[in-house]
């Protein structure tokens, strides 16, 4: 989950790495490093903690290089400490990584038998004294080039794991080598100006052309251009893709968090999500235009959804409407868990991943395994290009726009609409619905964003109340049928930004143990909007006043019964049944963002955390 950027090809300042850092922060915030290579000579800083840290050094770095790069880490192998910081050197290498070696311990040895002390107890050096030792093997007549290339070559035969690699090589200053296994890359060309990066995001504001590396890649970055190979030195020629991202789209935009931002951004992430895949008069959805064309729907007999965290909840959110569109058994699986269990896949599966980032290693392992069970794989994904997407025979975009924020907002409102859309194209494909019964589904979907927006403008009594439930200890989220996954989503949101235990229950569940928990301390969410499920949730509220509990209801305007019953009361409209979820998930993501915010927590980069978890 680390951010990795570089350049080559056009003299440059620490700052232009710095700068790019910082569009990479949300992967990881631990530690940080830059590297240049200036009159024969390897320039490197680095600092513990967030990036911050890193500016007060970089005057001791060259005012500017032809050669550069730079890392901010999220500690997987060592405590983040600035020996642990990236990148590592090695003799005259310097090696930056993202990732896990898996088999550092063993390399360790070896390259310690070959007489290398380390300085830090990281997987990178140790992967850094390999690569010196295989350069060292090479023949000194050859170009310094050549001989890095064969060296990377005989490396990635030797590591296990994942890893995205930049290497300079103080031999030759004029290239940044890159290599690729499990962990992002994406690579750019401004000029003479040749960018690696570990996300888009770094990238976008010099160029949109980009081209994501695959696995078992490496890559030669030069003024005169790139050139990109497999793991045995075959060229590989890949055109470059024009993203639709700008640098503006990755501005906080006035907002104070990227959080809040992206919660307000809904209104259009949720737009986008619906543009261009519904004919408006027919209430016809493109296959196309969803990116399922290649998927053979007819036969289809069962679905799994494999995903992670808030994803894993927007999976469980659209199972209900999913298997109301398709009459199909839908599974909603933990990927970090499915490989554990017998797996039921088959070619009678269709197997979705969803996952924002398109790089989570658990969802990519899964999703690798539904393959080889002969499902027909789909990934939900919103960075176009992405490993997740890449095993995929079909690849749906949720076009929620960059999502800078750790914790996940619009991606998740648009991952529902996603597999609302598919559902609903499934049906249309397999006549499992009628054009009508379509039509009013989509009629419906089409109004979200407008209610969206209607709602965000009238937020501001969550601010109070999340400030006079702030200093509380755990916090219940309770609902009962799709308001279940929204509670759990919910749940996940306080934790993560407020560091409060909060946890998420089916309403039915709580006498069956978690009411135990509830005395004058306890405050409940219950989201209990006026529909089916409404009446024996309105009894669990009675429960748990009866035992002291606090009540934040959400729940329907105009409902007095329920605001009788309620501490606090949070109003969303009377709506269609498949719009509900979309502004019951609202205020929880308020209240979540409102609490953190009052508690003073790092709302964008909480602790422990990062945006994509790309180890396992
Ligand atoms: C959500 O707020 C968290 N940041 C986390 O649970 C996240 O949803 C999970 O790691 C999955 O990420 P992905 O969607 O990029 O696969």
Redesign the pocket.
């Known amino acids: 989950m680390c951010g990795v950027i570089g350049y080559v090809g056009e003299a440059q300042d620490a700052d232009f790495l710095f700068d790019g850092l910082k569009r990479l922060e949300y992967r990881g915030y631990d530690s940080a490093g830059v590297a240049m290579i200036a009159d024969g000579e390897v320039y490197v800083q680095r600092a513990e903690g967030k990036l911050k840290n890193l500016k007060a050094k970089l005057r001791h770095m060259p005012e500017s290089a032809f050669v550069g790069m730079g890392h901010t880490r999220w500690a997987t192998h060592g405590k983040p400490t600035e020996l642990n910081a990236h990148p590592h050197t090695s003799r005259k290498i310097v090696v930056l990584h993202n990732g896990i070696v898996e088999n550092f311990r063993s390399i360790r040895e070896q390259v310690t038998g070959f007489g290398y002390a380390f300085q830090s107890e990281t997987d990178t050096e140790a992967a850094a004294h390999l690569l010196d030792h295989l350069f060292q093997q090479q023949d000194s007549q050859k170009p310094a080039a050549d001989r890095m290339e064969k060296a990377i070559q005989l490396l990635m035969k030797e590591l296990e794991g994942s890893y995205a690699f930049g290497i300079l090589c103080l031999e030759d200053p004029s290239v940044l080598f890159v290599v690729k296994m499990g962990s992002p890359v994406v690579l750019g060309r401004k000029g003479n100006l040749s960018l690696m990066a570990s996300g888009m995001t770094a990238l976008v504001e010099h160029t949109q052309d980009l081209l994501m590396m695959e696995d078992k890649e490496y890559a030669l970055l030069r003024a005169e251009g790139i050139s990109l190979y497999q793991a045995d030195g075959t060229p590989v020629d890949r055109p470059f893709k024009r993203v639709p991202w700008t640098s503006a789209m990755i501005e906080k935009g006035g907002f104070k968090h990227f959080m809040l931002k992206e919660i307000h951004d809904q209104p259009t992430s949720l737009g986008e999500t619906l543009t261009g895949r519904v004919d408006r008069n027919t209430g016809l959805l493109s296959l196309e235009e969803l990116g399922i064309q290649g998927l053979d729907l007819k036969e289809i007999e069962n679905i799994h959804i494999i ?6 909840y927007a999976g469980m959110l659209a199972r209900y409407a999913m298997e109301e569109a398709l009459g199909l058994p839908v599974m909603v699986e933990l990927a970090s868990e499915y490989r554990y269990k017998t797996n039921t896949c088959s070619s009678a599966s269709l197997a979705i991943a ?7 290693a658990d ?1 990519l392992q899964a999703i690798k395994l539904a393959k080889e069970r002969g499902a027909q794989c789909l990934a939900l994904v919103n960075v176009p290009g992405s490993s997740i997407g890449h095993v995929c025979a079909a690849e749906s975009l949720m076009r929620a726009g960059p999502e800078i924020g ?4 619009k ?2 409102t648009a991952q529902v609409l996603s597999l609302m859309l598919i559902s609903l194209a499934t049906a249309q494909q397999t006549q499992r619905m009628t054009a009508a019964e379509i039509l009013a589904k989509t009629d419906a979907l089409f109004r979200v964003p407008r209610y969206v927006e209607s709602f965000l403008t009238q937020t501001e009594s969550l601010e109070s109340i999340a400030n006079k439930y702030k200093n509380n200890t755990s916090i219940l989220f309770i609902g009962r049928g799709p308001h279940y996954p929204v509670a759990l989503e919910g749940a ?2 306080l934790k ?1 930004l407020s560091y409060i235990h909060a946890e998420g229950y089916a309403a039915g569940e709580l006498k069956h143990g978690p009411i135990a928990l509830v005395d004058e301390n306890m405050v409940v969410v219950c989201i209990c909007p006026r529909d089916a499920y409404r009446d024996k949730t309105l009894s669990n509220i009675e429960e748990i006043r009866s035992r002291g509990g606090k009540i934040i209801s959400i729940g329907t305007v105009g409902d007095t019964e329920l605001k009788s019953i309620s501490d606090e009361m949070i109003e969303i409209p009377e709506v269609e049944a498949w719009v509900v979820p979309f502004l019951t998930t609202l205020p929880a993501q308020l209240f979540a963002y409102w609490v953190a915010v009052h508690k003073g927590t790092d709302v964008d980069q909480p602790r422990n ?1 990062a ?3 790309t180890v396992e």
């Open positions: 995903a992670c965290g808030t994803s894993f969803i996952s924002q980032s398109g790089e989570t969802t750790v914790a996940s907002t991606a998740f996940l949101k993560e955390l945006k994509s978890v």
